[in-house]
């Protein structure tokens, strides 16, 4: 088992920051895969971002490009998502979740079925 917990969620103003983190405990949790997703009421769980194991490919969803940052610190069995610039539609629960495969194909790591674990989500509000 792998356990995912979620933190640095919170309320920012618009073209502010936050940095969420995942830290992960359990079964050799440095080797999957991990992507972040999001999710607002009434609507399916949506791709932010992925890394793979090594920390070497990582991919993001258009609207995350060139403002969000995933990255990875095995050693500490932590993910990290900075987002920067955030807009009042980033505002949503962002989870992690870790994917036991080691394969990183867009179909893959965009998928929410195809991860095995989550963590319970972190809440950020982006206010106007």
């Known amino acids: 088992q792998v356990q995912l917990v979620e933190s640095g969620g919170g309320l920012v103003q618009a073209g502010g920051s936050l940095r969420l983190s995942c830290a992960a405990s359990?079964?050799?949790?440095?080797?999957?895969?991990m992507g972040w997703f999001r999710q607002t009421p009434g609507k399916e769980r949506e791709f932010v971002a992925a890394?793979?194991?090594?920390?070497?490919?990582?991919y993001y969803a258009d609207s995350a490009k060139g403002r969000f940052t995933i990255s990875r610190d095995n050693a500490k069995n932590t993910v990290y998502l900075q987002m920067n610039n955030l807009k009042p539609e980033d505002t949503a629960v962002y989870s992690c979740?870790?994917?036991?495969?080691?394969?990183?194909?867009?179909?893959?790591?965009?998928?929410?079925?195809?991860?095995?674990?989550w963590g319970q989500g972190t809440q950020v509000t982006v206010s106007s």
């Open positions: 979740a870790a994917r036991i495969l080691r394969t990183f194909t867009i179909v893959d790591i965009t998928t929410p079925r195809q991860y095995d674990y």
């Open positions: 890394i793979a194991w090594t920390g070497s490919n990582n």
């Open positions: 359990g079964r050799t949790s440095r080797s999957y895969t």
